[in-house]
């Protein structure tokens, strides 16, 4: 591959003369210099120019849990996009826990050039965090307040919620349970929320002990269905508002012998790789995690080519769409 001498010798200047231009200043040879750039295929080394502009060519992404399906795919997506621009990423997990992502950024915001992050909670400390980092940063799939002046992704939880108790109700049902994540966090309100409105809307209430709200883990949705099935309040249906609770959920189904869809409907928000495999192959809303580590990407290259052009723009909140698929998991009511 041509070099940075290759181009100088080509266009008949000096390197620094070449290195001046790359660095974007104007120079009086410009027109020769980019004619032997162009006749060599000549591509600037992405670290040599990030340690003149003061860049690692680096971004950190954190994310709650690596193991959960979503984020592993979400961080897929963003992987794809940064590495055509020569960009490398640095994955950590929080584990849901401010603290962990405070130590975490504290030990990486030296090295990278920007944050890509899922935050634990949405607080105001989570926004003087990021806020005091002084690098570009956007927010994926939660956000730390009403207006969070950062960039951000995330998708309809809203637009999920309600196509999950649409589907319910269609199929004629009225006594249903919800398990649900952290009520702190965007997605783990707004569809828990959103679910029971659309419900509410159609005369239907969920009772108190059809309700179980905790951690977005495989433990919990695990131990909230046991708890359902200890109950045995007589739900014809469950809506759960995540695949890592849905897996632990599916878990305490299969254990205590209850039949899907045949006693117990059941419907998730996220898909994961196992739902099609099933007995019952799960009915789920799903949403386009690579897409959304694609949009993350392209902000934060955007705003990390605005630190060397000084150009300012507004802040950019994208919702992405998510579908309802369905499969085996749902049916109606049983009879009996």
Do not use: W
């Not at 003087?128 to 951000?152: H, Q, Y």
């Not at 809303?285 to 990407?297: F, K, V």
Request: hydrophobic share 45%; aromatic share 4%; net charge negative.
């Amino acid at each position: 591959m041509a070099n940075i001498h290759d181009v100088a010798q080509r266009a008949g200047v000096s390197i620094a003369t070449v290195s001046r231009m790359l660095s974007g200043e104007n120079i009086r040879n410009r027109a020769a210099v980019e004619g032997a750039i162009a006749e060599l295929g000549y591509r600037p080394n992405a670290s040599a120019r990030g340690l003149r502009l003061g860049r690692h060519h680096t971004i950190a992404v954190i994310v709650p849990d690596i193991a959960n399906p979503y984020f592993a795919t979400l961080v897929r997506g963003i992987e794809e996009r940064v590495m055509t621009k020569g960009f490398r990423i640095i994955v950590a997990s929080s584990d849901e826990q401010f603290t962990a992502e405070r130590e975490v950024l504290g030990g990486l915001i030296d090295a990278v050039d920007a944050v890509a992050i899922v935050p634990a909670e949405a607080s105001d400390r989570t926004h003087r965090m990021l806020a005091d980092l002084g690098k570009p940063v956007v927010l994926i799939d939660r956000t730390v307040g009403d207006d969070p002046e950062f960039d951000l992704v995330h998708v309809d939880n809203a637009g999920g919620a309600r196509m999950a108790a649409e589907h319910l109700l269609s199929l004629g049902h009225r006594r249903i349970g919800i398990i649900s994540g952290r009520q702190e966090t965007l997605p783990g309100q707004v569809r828990h929320k959103v679910f029971l409105d659309t419900l509410s809307s159609a005369g239907v209430q969920v009772e108190p002990e059809d309700t179980k709200i905790g951690e977005f883990t495989r433990s919990f949705g695990e131990r909230a269905a046991q708890e359902m099935i200890a109950a045995n309040t007589g739900i014809t249906a469950v809506f759960v508002g995540n695949n890592t609770m849905a897996q632990g959920a599916l878990l305490s189904l299969h254990a205590a012998g209850v039949g899907i869809p045949g006693r117990l409907s059941f419907l998730c928000f996220d898909d994961f790789d196992l739902a099609e495999l099933l007995p019952s192959p799960v009915t789920v809303i799903s949403r386009p995690a690579i897409a959304e580590g694609h949009a993350a990407a392209d902000l934060l290259l955007a705003r990390i080519d605005d630190l060397e052009t000084g150009r300012q723009r507004k802040f950019m909140h994208k919702v992405l769409p998510v579908a309802l698929t369905v499969r085996q998991s749902c049916a109606a009511p049983a009879t009996s």
